[in-house]
Antibody
Framework: QVQLQESGPGLVKPSQTLSLTCTVS??????????WSWIRQPAGKGLEWIGR???????NYNPSLKSRVTISVDTSKNQFSLKLSSVTAADTAVYYC???????????WGQGTLVTVSS | DIQMTQSPSSLSASVGDRVTITCQAS??????LNWYQQKPGKAPKLLIY???NLETGVPSRFSGSGSGTDFTFTISSLQPEDIATYYC????????FGGGTKVEIK
């Protein structure tokens, strides 16, 4: 059973960079034709896809965030990571990592981690 | 960008009722639509993929239908554990989620 777990600071100052890591267990991040995504959800609001990475390093990003987002993968640690630069209060949200089984079907999710942007 | 209009935004129904949620795409997305259930404080859970395919382990009271621009998600007999917010998600281009439908017990 694949499990995903987000980790990283829960509080980030405005203008700084948000950094999160997703650790995958129960299987190799490199096995199968899977992409690995980040999705976020502001409190009381809907879901927004941020971007994804394949284990080859190929990435896709939401155009609305592309200029500020970097997603990377470390197959040796079975992890992938998110960096979001120049954050503002609007980036305050629960951030989820998820497996994209194929063609944008998110079949496994982490429990989510709340990141608050505040000074 | 393809926009998704999900309705209603909330509904209240009795246990045993049939519940229907709709999702309309701004352009033809074939069957590129998934449905998720999100309980309070939890991550979304995949229920239906490719518009009508039931994810493994999901109860058969959940179903999906539709293609093109109009899609329907149905709970055939609402149960207390189905209280949640339900989201549609299209993936014709980049993934985009609907606004969600909060389902409550009357």
């Amino acid at each position: 059973q694949v499990q995903l777990q987000e980790s990283g600071p829960g509080l980030v100052k405005p203008s700084q960079t948000l950094s999160l890591t997703c650790t995958v267990s129960g299987g190799s991040i490199s096995s199968g034709s899977y992409y690995w995504s980040w999705i976020r959800q502001p409190a009381g609001k809907g879901l927004e896809w941020i971007g994804r990475i394949y284990t080859s390093g190929s990435t896709n990003y939401n155009p609305s965030l592309k200029s500020r987002v970097t997603i990377s993968v470390d197959t040796s640690k079975n992890q992938f990571s998110l960096k979001l630069s120049s954050v503002t209060a609007a980036d305050t949200a629960v951030y989820y990592c998820a497996r994209d089984s194929s063609s944008w079907i998110f079949d496994y999710w982490g429990q989510g981690t709340l990141v608050t942007v505040s000074s | 960008d393809i926009q998704m209009t999900q309705s209603p935004s909330s509904l209240s129904a009795s246990v045993g009722d049939r519940v229907t949620i709709t999702c309309q795409a701004s352009q033809d997305i074939s069957n590129y639509l998934n449905w998720y259930q999100q309980k309070p404080g939890k991550a979304p859970k995949l229920l239906i993929y490719d518009a009508s395919n039931l994810e493994t382990g999901v109860p058969s009271r959940f179903s999906g239908s539709g293609s093109g621009t109009d899609f329907t998600f149905t709970i055939s007999s609402l149960q207390p554990e189905d209280i949640a917010t339900y989201y549609c998600q299209q993936y014709d281009n980049l993934p985009r989620f609907g606004g969600g439908t909060k389902v409550e017990i009357k």
